[in-house]
């Protein structure tokens, strides 16, 4: 059960957010900035690349990796294919996952390993076998790490990552919004550099300032009424999320959002893109899990019985209501059988500031979803 009252008490919601979630999405602008000047001082800036590389490998653990790996394909599009590397192993520890390149993979490729913890043996053994196969490498870790050193070893580029002093103080969830743009933001700055996608610093400047922003908007001393995240929060409190996405951008955000409520809210969510979503989802909104399904029971208990889950639609979007777009039939859909639906589209922007946008607000909404239903 959603506690409303508590999105609106600061004092509680920082009380109740033991993970420092909250204090991640705040300070994801400041993550950028930092991780920008990082990246500078490692000198990405002066990197002379031979050409594009013929396909991005990229290794880590857990969501971070997933969804970085996921927003950086959809940036570079159809050039350099980007392909995430999945670990195998018997439990999700660190010491227990291991990696394997491609057999492939050679000196046209670039191997990027991405980790906010570092001490991982398997993620080592793979740059080391990278620069057996004359892979480039390039680590994004903590400095001082076992994977540091592995990265040097294999003539690679380290990039230590934007740490906060409380990271340290217990492990961060793998979608906690800090942790995303620590690793990202490095990323990016290099392929700029390689020529794979745009983003040079006063791009990251701006996606910067837009998550500064977001944070303003969306912050926990703003109240529910005027803050899309916490209503966005309040409204899928008790349902079962259908995240449609419309636009190139959108995809990856609506996956990092289903992603992120299961972790953080332990919230089931499915997600699937416009126009195909129609389709998909189009059976599912018909059987009982709609509003119009199961009618409210009058003689319900309402303190012992939890209210029956019924689906929310959220329709995320990157691009303006001009146009060829799904959004209508979408929004026909959903209520021709009861299903009531949630939009979030940015403002304007470069397709990285409204990408951030899109995760901003989707963020903050998923971990005050979490800290009101006490997860």
């Given at each position: 059960?959603?506690?409303e ?8 919601l ?8 909250l204090?991640g999405a ?25 050409g ?5 490998l ?19 599009g159809p ?9 195998i192993g ?5 010491g ?18 991405a980790?906010?913890d570092?001490t991982?043996?398997?993620?080592c053994?793979?740059a080391?076998?990278?620069y ?14 076992p994977?540091?050193e592995?990265?040097a ?10 740490t906060?002093p ?12 800090g ?7 490095p990323l990016l700055?290099v ?18 300032g837009?998550?500064d922003h ?36 959108a995809?990856?955000a609506?996956?990092r ?20 979503a129609?389709a ?9 899990l709609?509003?119009s399904?199961?009618?409210?029971d ?15 639609v ?10 060829l ?12 059988h ?18 951030a946008?899109?995760i ?16």
């Open positions: 059960m959603l506690d009252s508590l999105l609106d008490t600061p004092e509680g920082a009380e109740a957010d033991r993970r420092g979630l204090r705040a300070e994801a602008g400041a993550r950028v900035r930092t991780a920008a000047r990082y990246a500078a001082e490692a000198g990405v800036g002066d990197l002379k690349p031979d594009r590389p013929r396909s991005v990229i290794a880590g653990p857990g969501a971070a990796a997933t969804h970085t790996a996921d927003l950086i394909g959809t940036m570079a050039g350099s294919p980007v392909i995430r590397l999945a670990p018997v439990a999700p520890a660190a227990a996952l291991r990696w394997e390149l491609p057999g492939w993979a050679g000196s046209v490729d670039l191997l990027l390993i980790t906010p570092g991982e043996p398997g993620l053994l793979l080391e076998q990278a057996r196969r004359g892979c480039s490498v390039v680590g994004v870790a903590p400095a001082g790490t994977l540091a592995a990265v070893a294999a003539h690679g580029l380290f990039l230590p990552v934007a906060a409380y990271d340290q103080e217990e492990p961060l969830a793998a979608s906690s919004p942790v995303l743009w620590a690793l990202l933001t700055a392929l700029d550099r390689v020529g794979l996608l745009s983003a040079p610093p006063d791009v990251l400047e701006k996606v910067a837009r998550l977001i944070a303003e908007r969306c912050g926990p001393a703003i109240a529910t009424y005027s803050n899309a995240a916490k209503t966005l929060a309040a409204e899928l409190a008790d349902a079962l999320p259908l995240v449609w996405t419309e636009g190139t951008s995809g990856p609506g996956r959002f289903a992603a992120a409520l299961a972790e953080l809210s332990g919230v089931p969510a499915l997600v699937a893109e416009l126009p195909e129609l998909a989802h189009s059976a599912l909104l018909a059987g009982p709609a509003a399904a199961d009618p409210d009058f003689f319900r208990d309402r303190v012992e019985e939890a209210p029956a889950l019924h689906a929310r959220v329709l995320l979007r990157d691009r303006p209501s001009s146009g777009t799904a959004a209508p039939a979408a929004r026909d859909l959903a209520l021709s009861d299903t009531p639906i949630s939009e979030l589209e940015p403002e304007e922007g470069g397709e990285l500031e409204t990408l946008e899109l901003a607000v989707t963020d903050f909404a998923a971990v005050y979803l979490a800290l009101a239903s006490g997860a």
